[in-house]
């Protein structure tokens, strides 16, 4: 029987780290962009998560015979007008990177009362085969921007991104307690219950 293989369409570590331990045990081997497609890159121009994950999922599936999942997700500050937005990754132009990202946040948002430094992430995941979606699905997690980066863990954002239920910011959390309560786990959640039907239908 030939082994069935899913592509995760992303070529950020930290989002591949989070997605294979969220889809583990399901009947596919998940492999990443590096694996089947190197060098291929696509990109992005869409005004939401939404269309920007549905152009980059529809995008891999016509160069790839299995499913494909690609995610667009990010930070939307509220006293920022929703920004970063879809640009969290690019934020902070001519050098984009998580340490000036949130530099450039904490920057904007100096002098701003905790009460009005809510934010919340956002995770678009979308499923495709063959040039066609299969589901769509979005999870949101609300926290606010803490006045300093405090932890290590995570990636991006998550040194600022304060979540109250647990008193810690998300880089402040293990792998596990990150996932059980983010944008991405809540989002993979509802994916991965479509994907454990449709797993056992025939192999591909
Ligand atoms: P791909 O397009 O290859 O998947 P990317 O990093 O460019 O990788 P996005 O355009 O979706 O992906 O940007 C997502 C950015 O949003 C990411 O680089 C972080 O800055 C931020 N972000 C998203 N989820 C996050 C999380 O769980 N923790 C911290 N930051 C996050």
Redesign the pocket.
């Known amino acids: 029987m030939t082994e069935r293989r899913l592509l995760l369409a992303?070529?950020?570590p930290?989002?591949i780290r989070?997605m294979r331990a969220l889809f583990k045990g399901l009947p596919w081997r998940i492999v990443g962009l590096g694996e089947v497609l190197p060098g291929l890159t696509f990109p992005?121009r869409g005004r939401t998560f939404l269309e920007?994950a549905r152009a980059?999922s529809l995008f891999y599936s016509r160069k790839w015979a299995g499913l494909t999942l690609?995610?667009?997700?990010?930070?939307e500050v509220e006293a920022l007008d929703g920004a970063p937005g879809v640009i969290?990754?690019r934020f902070a132009r001519p050098r984009p990177g998580?340490e000036s990202?949130n530099r450039k946040v904490l920057r904007l948002l100096a002098g701003v009362p905790e009460k009005r430094r809510k934010a919340r992430?956002v995770?678009v995941i979308v499923l495709s085969e063959r040039g066609r979606v299969i589901k769509a699905v979005r999870g949101e997690v609300r926290g606010r921007i803490a006045v300093e980066p405090r932890g290590t863990g995570?990636?991006?954002?998550?040194p600022l991104?304060y979540y109250s239920p647990l008193r810690k910011t998300?880089a402040e959390l293990s792998a596990e307690a990150k996932n059980r309560v983010?944008?991405?786990g809540r989002a993979v959640r509802m994916m991965r219950g479509f994907l454990e039907k449709k797993g056992q239908g025939p192999g591909r």
């Open positions: 992303t070529t950020n930290g989002k989070e992005e920007n980059k690609a995610e667009d997700s990010g930070l969290s990754a998580d990202n992430y995770c995570g990636f991006g954002y998550d991104f998300f983010s944008h991405r």
